[in-house]
């Protein structure tokens, strides 16, 4: 190697270009990943809305950091905002009153902050169902669904405890709820308040050491995760869809450059548009209403952000007493009574615990039940997994149920009836809901996948109505073309599978425990057409029906 | 990287697999015929959606522009009002708005009409090549023989000692997260106690003023904070304890258990506030069916019966203040609460 072998690039960006990819080898990048080929699918985006809501909130953020004051210290407002003027808080929300009033431009930044993380857990979990439904979680992926999921529970915590830091009357009602959550925790709940809010509720520590997760640990935690995420997307290349010319062993898409590149980059800008829209059109979290933190009032109708709103609303649905039974156990000791607060302890973590659980899980279970260790690139169209759809289904309403229970006072008064009875039917439905979802799913997935079936061996309904020689009347059916057929009839077909006997030809009751579970869930199945049955429809029927016969007009 | 490929059925650069052929499977017809679209033939087009797609992007500009308008013209320091912080905030908004999806509608359109729409194929490659497997497996052994820790095992034994141990201090010095000096004990039993003691006058909340016994109608209520608390050294963590609610009753309507008979001053009494639930305040009463009610999660305590709960997630009953009244004439404490305020905890008990 010599130097004057050396390429010299004759143009000034060249030359430029050429002096970086000598220092670090920017070529590689370049071959590696310029025309790096992803698939394309509207359901694809709810990720990217994600990403993209995320940067939103560290640029919005860090515009906030520059003039808020995280600080419990007891102050008289003194800003431009009247109704509030002359009134004691603290130093952090009156700093909030002054991004809002006082720095041009503040209130917009606020709203940008405050919308962009509602979204930002929404997409996180429209992403996440979307995986689900489509089974995008299976081997080689379940590490990045786990990861996937963590992100989703620091999308929750990064919210909560921004959402606190106003120091306002509402998010000061919230950390009370954290509180006594808190306190209800056996053995080292009274002392884990105590350390969080630094003595007893609510002390003057507690909103700058939120304000550390907030804008520090959490967003950090996110930040190494989200890195994790999308190596291992880049490693596991994409998923996609089923279709003609689409295997578990190829990738069909756009390549990044240019049209991968432009459509995901537009869509930041247009998603950035998107908010910022909303953000000066419609009013979010307006604390000057609320007023500064007293733990003596509160207004009715309070409501979390929503993406609390699930742990709240099992919160409101767990009855503390019933009759004379309260779900506050004092539990006896030598040394005195001590209380088992079930009342608290139960709807605050076993729901969200077990939902979390099954949600984490769920890839393990799967690959156990279905014996299915293979990899999967290709997705699922969810109706062709109805077992799984039907699971999921019954995951929504259960989370759905639960955050309707968090807007019951509201569902009362807006539909004028007793809120009371809202609560009763909330928790049956709570118990009933999930298994009417599971069931009502699976058979519509059934459904439409004999509706598939008919397609492909009686062709679609073309919508014109052919009168017969005998004067009958009927609609024309026109064969589906082959691409269409292939998507049609090309999935992955879960079948029963009886208990096996390991190596020494015992059944062993954990396998037993299997094939129940599989027979649960395969035993009701739609397989896909096969060659022989269209050749057995087509016979049957005669020709008249294929004359409609797409294929040749397609290929010309 | 694989070799790309414009899809048509000729050459997709995908064959059907030989084991879907073998389970009665259709075959995989490969990708369709690419579709031209209309700036793929027509050279108009293809200017008009070139024009389209600038347009987007002045548009964007123009949305730039606007937003300085809206920050320097419509916007002012100091003495704005909430109508003019408004209209300055929307048209914030609406100029980032314009800004930005000038741009990003721009691009895409640009994408989807004049970039090549043609899908590419490439091949995926196992994520782990046992080739690559046992060359890790060598590199791990070398490491694990150079370094000598499967032979020396007092090195690794003392290293995973020593390792296990160091975070430990770390975990104890967040024990000042709380640094009051008050013992375990103490920490647990200052939930027990209010700024309530006997002779502390009940006063209105937030002014502070007494309240008088006549002053307290059938049906009225009140929200009552010990007297002297606004000039407690800790008025918010006082006040999350403290705070009570004042209403009276028909005495002949309520029942009263034994040993509470003297705490109500005929038909007044005082419960706290603070929900035994989570702790949030219940500002709700109900003079009509005298039930007390949380906004939070809707606990529902009933007044005639001692606020035992009647509804909702609240596992225990309002702890009640005893009261009586001065010799002016005003209500005042005989004593602190008799339980703990607030929501329940481990230490709590009976």
């Known amino acids: ?556 | 990287m694989g070799d790309h490929s414009h899809g048509s059925p000729e050459n997709s650069g995908t064959v059907a697999k030989a084991d879907d052929v073998a389970q009665d499977r259709f075959p995989d017809p490969g990708l369709p015929p690419h579709r031209p679209r209309l700036a793929d033939r027509d050279p108009r087009a293809a200017k008009r959606h070139e024009r389209q797609v600038a347009l987007l992007f002045t548009i964007s500009i123009i949305g730039t522009l606007f937003f300085f308008v809206a920050y320097f013209v419509l916007g002012h320091l100091g003495d704005m009002t909430f109508a003019e912080l408004r209209v300055q905030n929307a048209a914030l908004g609406l100029g980032t708005a314009f800004a930005m999806l000038g741009i990003g509608v721009g691009i895409v359109h640009w994408a989807k009409t004049l970039m090549p729409d043609h899908e590419l194929v490439e091949s995926r490659h196992e994520i782990r090549t046992e080739a690559d497997r046992q060359d890790a497996v060598d590199i791990v052994d070398t490491i694990i023989d150079e370094s000598g820790i499967k032979r020396r095992p007092l090195i690794r034994n003392t290293l995973i000692g020593a390792i296990a141990l160091a975070p430990i201090p770390a975990i104890f010095m967040f024990r000042d997260l709380e640094r009051s000096g008050k013992t375990a004990g103490e920490m647990v039993e200052q939930l027990r106690h209010t700024m309530w003691d006997t002779g502390v006058r009940l006063t209105r909340d937030p002014s502070g003023t007494p309240i008088k016994a006549s002053d307290v109608q059938i049906g009225s209520a009140f929200h009552v904070i010990p007297e002297g608390l606004n000039e407690a050294e800790d008025v918010l963590n006082e006040k999350a304890k403290a705070v009570v609610l004042l209403m009276r009753m028909d005495p002949q309507e309520m029942n009263i258990s034994e040993g509470r008979e003297d705490w109500n001053v005929d038909g007044i009494v005082a419960y706290s506030k603070i929900c035994t639930h989570v702790g949030c305040p219940i500002a709700l009463y109900e003079q009509h069916t005298h039930h007390l009610l949380c906004p939070c999660h809707q606990s529902t305590f009933d007044l005639a019966n001692e606020c035992k709960v009647v509804f909702g997630p609240a596992g225990h009953a309002l702890p009640q203040l005893p009261i009586t009244v001065d010799a002016e004439g005003y209500l005042v404490a005989q004593s602190d609460f008799h339980e703990p305020v607030g929501p329940a905890y481990w230490e709590r008990g009976q």
Not at chain 1, 401 to 413: F, G, K, N, P, Q
């Open chain 1, 1 to 556: 190697m010599t130097t004057t072998n050396e390429y010299t690039a004759s143009t000034k960006t060249g030359r430029l270009a050429n002096f970086v990819d000598t220092r670090v080898g920017a070529s590689t990048i370049v071959k590696e990943f310029g025309r790096k080929v992803f698939p394309d699918h509207w359901s694809f985006m709810f990720g990217e809305v994600a990403l993209y809501t995320f940067v939103l909130l560290l640029l919005s953020g860090t515009f906030l950091t520059f003039f808020f004051d995280p600080s419990m210290t007891h102050i008289t407002y003194e800003g431009s905002y009247v109704p509030l003027k002359g009134i004691g808080m603290s130093a952090a929300m009156a700093s909030t009153l002054d991004i809002s009033f006082d720095v041009r431009g503040g209130m917009f930044m606020r709203q940008v902050h405050h919308w962009s993380a509602l979204l930002f857990v929404a997409s996180l979990s429209v992403h996440m169902l979307r995986v689900f439904f489509t089974g995008a979680f299976r081997r080689p992926r379940e590490l990045n669904w786990v990861v996937g999921g963590v992100l989703l529970i620091m999308g929750l915590a990064a919210g909560f405890t921004g959402y606190s830091l106003p120091d306002d009357l509402l998010s000061g009602n919230g950390l009370r709820i954290i509180d006594g959550v808190m306190k209800a925790l056996p053995v080292v709940g009274t002392y884990l308040s105590m350390f969080f809010f630094g003595g007893e509720f609510p002390g003057v520590h507690v909103i700058p050491r939120l304000y550390s997760l907030h804008i520090m640990i959490v967003p950090a935690v996110i930040i190494l995760l989200l890195v994790v995420h999308l190596f291992m997307v880049v490693t596991h290349k994409h998923t996609q869809y089923p279709g003609p010319g689409r295997t578990n062993d190829n990738v069909v898409g756009f390549p990044v450059g240019p049209v991968y590149a432009a459509k995901a980059g537009g869509f930041f800008f247009i998603v950035f548009g998107i908010v910022a829209f909303i953000s000066g059109i419609f009013q979010i979290n307006p604390i000057w209403n609320y007023g500064p933190y007293d733990p003596s009032p509160v207004s009715a109708g309070t409501q979390p952000d929503w993406y609390i709103g699930f742990v709240d609303g099992a919160l409101r649905l767990m009855p503390g007493v019933l009759g004379d039974f309260s779900f506050v156990w004092n539990i006896p000791f030598p040394w005195g009574d001590n209380s088992l607060v079930l009342s608290v302890l139960l709807p605050a973590l076993v729901p969200a615990g077990a939902l979390f659980a099954v949600m984490f899980a769920w890839p393990w279970i799967e690959r156990w039940v279905t014996k299915d260790n293979r990899e999967h690139h290709l997705l699922d169209r969810p109706r062709n997994a109805p077992f799984r759809t039907a699971m999921g289904a019954a995951g929504v309403v259960f989370y759905c149920v639960m955050w309707a229970a968090a807007s019951s006072d509201l569902i009362a008064t807006h539909f004028h009836v007793a809120l009371n009875d809202v609560t009763y039917w909330l928790r049956v439905l709570f118990f009933v809901g999930p298994l009417v979802a599971f069931w009502l799913t699976r058979r519509i997935c059934l459904s439409l996948q004999r509706k598939d079936r008919e397609i492909v061996l009686h062709g679609r309904e073309a919508g014109i109505i052919q009168m017969s020689p005998e004067g009958g009347f009927s609609e024309k059916h026109e064969e589906v073309d082959v691409y269409k057929r292939y998507v049609l009839t090309n999935f992955n077909d879960n079948q029963y599978i009886p208990a096996q006997p390991d190596a020494a030809g015992h059944i062993s009751r954990k396998e037993k425990r299997r094939a129940k579970i599989s027979k649960f869930f395969f035993e009701d199945r739609v397989a896909p057409v096969t060659p022989s049955e269209l050749e057995a429809a087509k016979a049957a029927h005669g020709h008249h029906e294929v004359e409609g016969e797409k294929q040749d007009s397609i290929e010309k």
